[in-house]
């Protein structure tokens, strides 16, 4: 009787300590290279060493590759560097935008940016007076009013493209893309030409927010429909064969079930149009103080804060223009981070 | 015993219909009339624009988007004495800072596509995800104000490198020798803006590459770039072609973000390191402010071209988006 010996598991592929310690090596070579390179040429400053270390690095480890393995094994490794490159340059903006918003903006808050308005202060002004409570409020109440026209329309065409599917599916998908194209700047003329100008005739909240409605529309359309495209069909035969309407179905069962992914989607729809700009310097005449009302009057916000200040161009202004987007920014990553555990929670179920 | 038969009750057949009920007819209509809200809306944009700016249309005719200068004399009391409007320098300015744009851009998101899809581990990958995906949300007054104050001197000094090394081609040639504010930092600022974008189209193009012929290729003894250039490059090439576009159609109709670091100057400008350039929807934020009834039906018109331009540049990009899922079988 023979007993078979069960083999040891083993990860052939896995590095060994010699590969570690031969790439540790090649990195170590390429930086130093790069140092030397950059010392004993004209070149100078971050960008070169960036440069140089990167192409000294694909020069060693492909030049590596090559005399161990041959030709392909090289182009392999030059481009595994090139690829690392392109991420190295995705990532670099993100970082920079993020470090400075931050260094910058960080001095520019205090307890009193979240209390006052800037009625009785000009941009220019020390940090001590004036705030954005008028900006705070006043992107509230245009997030809160675009919300109420937006979401049951993007809701509507995403249902129109999962439930209905009419013999209009395909342009209407058509024409939701082509709504995510249309640059703010037009969704804002378009409003000033067909409702302030010939109807209300003055700046007020409600403008900004039916603006930034027809921007936000396709982003909740198009994230509800991919929502509702991952309600598996079971849902609404069983629906039906219970002898529910499609009516009772849609409104009792799919909609509930989709009920975290349309969160996200609305979420996703309002850091869309947090910081959207364009619209809101054309149509809500950006006041100083808080206004509560926004079917009247000019009413402040966020981007226009930031914009008035970053104009103003004094040393406090560009400081509060800063903090002004260091608050927005926070807001953002704010949505995005609870559309994010949103849905999570929902593959995770 | 009589056998009492008892009479036979039959329930009259239930009706069976295929009808929708009325709560349907009026749900399907509801939901329908919701859908076609993006048609009223499109078709809306287009009609009072183009109502709007019809006076000046016809005034200036073709010229409109064939002339460069762009100015208006008024009396004291605000009536048009002469105006002249034309858009062609900020139409080419705009068409050449999405060009610069995609050109940046292009190569550096199919490569950071590659990375997420291929190259980077499972963590990592989750994270950059994520973290490309904020970056598509960051508001564009945002991008604009950390590339005037911060981007724009290192840009200066790479537009001054390329018309060292490179001057000799036309396109590069600066002359009066002002690099500030030109077309190529905003196309620089743009290609930023629109990296997430086409990173993220090329990324799910790329996903969508088959899975039996990778590993085919990985059996034959492909290396990774082995890989890629024979399955995932020919599966996703038009894909990422749509993508580019998109991020084409995006970069052209920014506004805030190119108006804070291009100096607007009505002449034609090819050249992209010179500080003068033009962009249609900066010019209608910096003319908003102080114009009178008139120019602001001229700057609706240059709104109209805009959105004209935009909505073609996409249906091509959805075009092509489309065409995808059949190629590469």
């Not at chain 1, 010699?18 to 100078?44: E, Q």
């Not at chain 2, 700057?299 to 990009?317: C, D, E, R």
Request: proline residues 5%.
């Amino acid at each position: 009787m023979s007993t078979l010996a069960a083999p040891k598991p083993t990860k052939p592929w896995a590095a060994r300590p010699k590969d570690r310690v031969r790439d540790g090596l090649l990195l170590l070579t390429a930086l130093f290279a790069s140092y030397g390179f950059v010392a004993l040429t004209p070149m100078k400053g971050k960008l070169a060493y960036f440069a140089t270390f990167f192409f000294f690095y694909a020069l060693f480890t492909s030049g590596y590759q090559f005399y161990s393995r041959g030709s392909a094994s090289a182009k392999d490794a030059a481009v595994n560097s090139i690829v690392l490159i392109g991420a190295a340059l995705t990532i670099l903006p993100i970082g920079s935008i993020l470090w400075t918003v931050i260094q910058k903006g960080a001095p520019g808050i205090s307890f009193g940016l979240f209390t006052n308005d800037m009625a009785l202060a000009t941009p220019t002004d020390p940090l001590s007076s004036g705030g954005l409570l008028h900006a705070i409020t006043g992107t509230i109440t245009l997030i809160i009013l675009s919300l109420i026209m937006s979401v049951p329309i993007g809701i509507l065409t995403a249902l129109y493209l999962t439930e209905i599917k009419g013999s209009l599916t395909r342009p209407i998908r058509f024409l939701v893309q082509a709504m995510s194209g249309v640059p703010s700047i037009v969704a804002g003329l378009f409003i000033l030409s067909a409702v302030l100008y010939p109807i209300t005739k003055g700046y007020s909240g409600f403008m900004g927010a039916l603006a930034l409605t027809i921007l936000m529309i396709p982003t909740i359309a198009r994230t509800s429909e991919e929502v509702l495209n991952l309600i598996p069909n079971e849902l609404r035969e069983a629906g039906t064969a219970l002898g529910g309407t499609q009516w009772r179905t849609v409104t009792m069962i799919v909609l509930p079930a989709a009920r975290s992914g349309l969160t996200t989607a609305v979420i996703l729809g309002v850091a869309r149009i947090a910081g959207e700009t364009a619209p809101i310097l054309l149509l809500t005449g950006g006041g100083d103080r808080v206004n509560p009302n926004a079917f009247s009057g000019p009413i402040g916000s966020l981007p226009y804060y930031i914009w008035k200040s970053f104009n103003a161009g004094s040393p406090e202004a560009i400081t509060r223009a800063w903090a002004g987007l260091l608050v927005l920014l926070a807001l953002i990553l704010l949505l995005f981070t609870c559309a994010r555990f949103l849905s999570a929670r929902k593959i995770a179920r | 015993m009589s056998a009492i038969t008892p009479e036979k009750v039959v329930p009259a057949p239930r009706e069976i219909s295929t009808k929708p009920r009325r709560s349907d007819k009026v749900f399907r209509a509801i939901v329908t009339g919701g859908g076609l809200s993006s048609l009223a809306i499109l078709g809306l944009i287009a009609i009072f624009l183009g109502y709007r700016s019809f006076e000046v249309l016809r005034q200036e005719g073709f010229s409109f988007i064939t002339q460069a200068d762009w100015s208006i004399t008024t009396d004291d009391a605000g009536n048009v004495i002469e105006s002249h409007f034309g858009l062609s320098a900020m139409l080419v300015g705009t068409i050449l800072s999405a060009f610069i744009a995609v050109v940046i851009a292009l190569p550096v998101s199919v490569l950071s596509a590659l990375f997420l899809n291929f190259y980077a581990p499972n963590w990592l990958k989750k994270f950059l995800i994520s973290l490309i995906d904020v970056m598509a949300a960051f508001p564009s007054i945002l991008f604009g104000i950390w590339g005037f104050l911060v981007l724009m001197p290192s840009v200066e000094y790479w537009a001054k490198l390329i018309n060292h090394y490179l001057g000799f081609i036309p396109a590069f040639s600066v002359n009066p020798y002002i690099f500030s504010r030109s077309p190529f930092v905003a196309g620089v600022v743009l290609a930023i803006m629109i990296i997430p974008i086409i990173t993220s189209v090329s990324r799910e193009i790329f996903a969508q590459a088959p899975l039996d012929r990778i590993q085919a290729a990985y059996a034959l003894g492909a290396t990774r770039w082995a890989m890629i250039k024979a399955v995932v490059i020919p599966h996703g090439r038009s894909g990422v072609i749509g993508g580019a576009m998109l991020g084409l159609g995006r970069a052209m109709g920014e506004t805030i973000a190119v108006f804070t670091v291009l100096n607007i100057v009505f002449q034609v400008n090819w050249h992209m390191l010179l500080g003068a350039g033009g962009n249609v929807a900066s010019l209608i934020i910096l003319k908003f402010g102080e114009a009178s009834p008139y120019e602001i039906k001229a700057l609706m018109a240059a709104g109209l071209v805009l959105f004209v331009l935009t909505l073609l540049v996409n249906a091509i990009a959805d075009l092509i988006v489309k065409s995808t899922g059949k190629s590469g079988r």
